[in-house]
């Protein structure tokens, strides 16, 4: 029989919480099993190709678990971002490892001749990776198995949010490691607030910026080193030079994916004023082809996780009409089971200003506002005097109108002419900077912060500085000054 068959499905999986007085006596045994026994190259290919091979064969459990927590959700879209991106990144760790690993020769100077010097990649210890709700599997697993890569044991927190997906995921990784070596943390946020406050060597978290200042409040007295992946308002920006067919299509891909749900998904869109209502009717196109005119069944539109989720946006919602703004949706639906799914259409709001709560905070869910611009300036101008988002998206086929966005803008991530696709790329790193994050994973990126970058530098057995001691007379002042030139 296929081993898929004889898999548990999400109804058969009950999350086993954790008490938080369970949190640190787990924290103890896994640093007393690395410290025992640190991982070496064969073992971390070997966790990473089992982990693979599992997580391959219980694709349809997961994809099964993840539908049921958020409802509904596109199963292509759990397989492309849950599945693949964790698949694909695996296979990075696994060809590049045995050269991350590798010591790098340092230079010392002809003032330490003749000593030489390295730098070792060592492992930290045990990391911590709290994983949110909206990816809830790439999330947890791509940097889980980084930190494995680097050589480190991993005490995962998944989303209370998604718990079906944390039965999975406590499954399949008790399926793949020794409970030494991997733990899962599985409760609510009682146990996020413990989780975040406990010793780790580093500790990574996805979420909310609020969530994050409240995380690294909890690490402080710790020092515990963070990587915080936040979020935040990324905004595209449409020049002029840029096809309004083919904004549209690349917008539409990038915000409706995953429902809007998505960290790095467009937040905003600032195009030049007089194509604003061109840009609506060729977003209006995209949802019909995508979705249909009438979203009753959309099975391929993903819908937002929970009623707290849904009521927030539509809270959005409701301001903007308060204040008399154009609040445009893209496509019918049945308002009584709207409301029992959770669907929220595709829906534009048109030239809020910064007052409007739909532009005060990240929206997460399949809303885009759209601002016309006078001059490219000016678009450049209104990001500048906000936070620095976690990705910036420029439309425009005119190398120097990218280069002109580029050189004053900085975010987290960049994709030219297209959104989300910097994440995907394992060999570019990911993370934002100031609100929408500190630290950064993926690839090389993620083994270095997972590591310590370990300086050693080896004496030989005759060497100049032998001479410099007191006194400092003769020959030894002659060589300090010369030294000192």
Request: aromatic fraction near 8%; charged fraction near 25%; proline fraction near 7%.
């Amino acid at each position: 029989m296929d081993a898929q068959t004889t898999a548990a499905t999400p109804t058969d999986l009950t999350p086993a919480d954790i008490r938080p007085a369970e949190l640190q006596p787990t924290l103890d045994r896994l640093r007393a099993a690395w410290r025992a026994s640190k991982p070496d190259h064969a073992q971390r290919m070997a966790d990473l190709e089992r982990l693979k091979t599992v997580f391959r064969r219980r694709m349809t459990e997961m994809e099964a678990a993840v539908r049921a927590d958020f409802g509904h959700r596109s199963e292509h879209e759990t397989l492309l971002a849950d599945g693949m991106t964790v698949l694909t990144e695996i296979d990075h760790l696994r060809h590049h490892l045995r050269r991350w690993m590798k010591p790098r020769r340092g230079r010392v100077g002809w003032r330490l001749w003749p000593a030489r010097a390295q730098i070792r990649r060592e492992a930290l210890g045990v990391v911590g990776v709290m994983s949110p709700w909206n990816y809830p599997v790439n999330l947890a697993l791509v940097p889980l198995a980084t930190a494995i890569a680097a050589g480190n044991h991993v005490y995962l927190k998944p989303s209370e949010h998604t718990p079906r997906t944390s039965a999975f995921l406590q499954s399949l990784l008790a399926e793949v490691f020794p409970a030494d070596r991997v733990a899962v943390a599985v409760g609510g946020a009682d146990i996020g607030a413990a989780f975040a406050g406990l010793p780790f060597d580093h500790l990574l978290f996805t979420g909310s910026t609020a969530v994050g200042r409240k995380v690294m409040a909890a690490a402080a007295p710790n020092l515990t080193p963070l990587t915080l992946e936040l979020g935040g308002k990324s905004p595209a920006i449409v020049a002029a030079d840029f096809p309004i067919e083919q904004a549209a299509a690349r917008l539409a891909s990038g915000k409706w994916f995953n429902g809007g749900q998505t960290c790095i998904a467009p937040d905003y869109v600032l195009i030049d004023a007089g194509r604003r209502d061109a840009l609506v009717a060729a977003l209006r196109e995209q949802v019909h082809a995508r979705y249909g005119a009438d979203m009753r069944d959309a099975p391929h539109f993903t819908r937002v996780i929970n009623e707290g989720q849904y009521r927030r946006l539509r809270a959005h919602l409701d301001d903007a009409r308060a204040r008399g703004l154009q609040v445009i949706a893209l496509a019918e639906v049945d308002e009584a089971r709207a409301e029992a799914e959770h669907l929220l259409p595709p829906t534009l709001v048109l030239d809020p200003g910064d007052d409007a709560t739909v532009m005060q905070e990240e929206i997460f869910g399949p809303i885009l506002p759209i601002r016309g611009y006078a001059a490219l300036d000016d678009a450049i101008a209104h990001v500048e005097r906000h936070d620095r988002p976690l990705a910036l998206y420029p439309f425009s086929h005119d190398s120097y109108t990218v280069e002109r966005i580029l050189g004053r803008l900085v975010a987290g991530g960049v994709t030219v002419n297209d959104t989300l696709l910097h994440f995907a790329a394992s060999d570019l790193p990911f993370g934002g900077i100031g609100p929408s994050g500190m630290g950064q994973y993926h690839g090389e990126a993620g083994f270095d912060t997972f590591t310590k970058a370990m300086p050693v530098l080896w004496q030989a057995r005759w060497s100049a500085t032998d001479m410099l001691k007191p006194p400092y007379t003769g020959r030894i002042d002659a060589l300090v000054r010369k030294l000192t030139r």
